[in-house]
């Protein structure tokens, strides 16, 4: 449901979160070294978010 995709903002946290499980990780855990090194988009509501917004992660 979520997919993680890099932000071109210069964030020198980005090279932090390389890998999807990483950027998933900060999402969950809502680490503030995320804020800016990456945005990810709920593809049923077409809405794109930066790493930090507080979300209702999806049931498993």
Do not use: C, H, K, Q
Not at 11 to 20: C, E, L
């Amino acid at each position: 449901m979520y997919r993680t995709e890099f932000n071109a903002s210069g964030n020198s946290n980005a090279a932090s979160f390389t890998v999807d499980s990483e950027r998933w990780d900060a999402i969950v855990g809502r680490d503030a070294r995320a804020d800016g090194a990456f945005f990810y988009g709920v593809r049923t509501t077409g809405v794109f978010l930066p790493a930090i917004v507080r979300i209702a992660l999806a049931a498993s």
